[in-house]
């Protein structure tokens, strides 16, 4: 399995920005896809997932109401896009993949892309 995270760059404060996710290597369907995000000297932290079957979403209360998520099962694509971009939102996302079914958990996962920079500047 593998995630290729994609979309990340300099943004000024405000601004939006859609990151993409492509997924390769399931015979089946993954489970649910989750986004995290790692800033410099932080730990890394969900931002929010989505359920592959159903498009069931969970969002972090730290960026609820700024963000969507979604996907495009014909693509094997996962979006995340990010409204009103704060100096905060500065970090390194990734997405990843539970094992199994996770009911709308995200603590554990079993497969990770490798992160892409999304650097906002004030």
Request: proline fraction near 4%; aromatic fraction near 12%; charge should be neutral.
């Amino acid at each position: 399995v593998q995630l290729q995270a994609s979309g990340g760059g300099l943004v000024q404060a405000g601004e939006s920005l859609r990151l993409s996710c492509v997924v390769s290597g399931y015979t089946a369907s993954p489970y649910a896809l989750g986004w995290f995000r790692q800033a410099t000297g932080q730990e890394r932290e969900l931002v929010g997932g989505i359920a592959w079957t159903g498009g069931f979403t969970k969002y972090a209360d730290s960026v609820k109401g700024r963000i969507t998520i979604s996907r495009d099962a014909a693509k094997n694509t996962l979006y995340l896009q990010i409204d009103d971009l704060k100096p905060e939102d500065t970090a390194v996302y990734y997405c990843a993949t539970p094992p199994g079914p996770n009911y709308g958990c995200y603590a554990i996962m079993e497969y990770w892309g490798k992160g892409t920079l999304v650097t906002v500047s004030s």
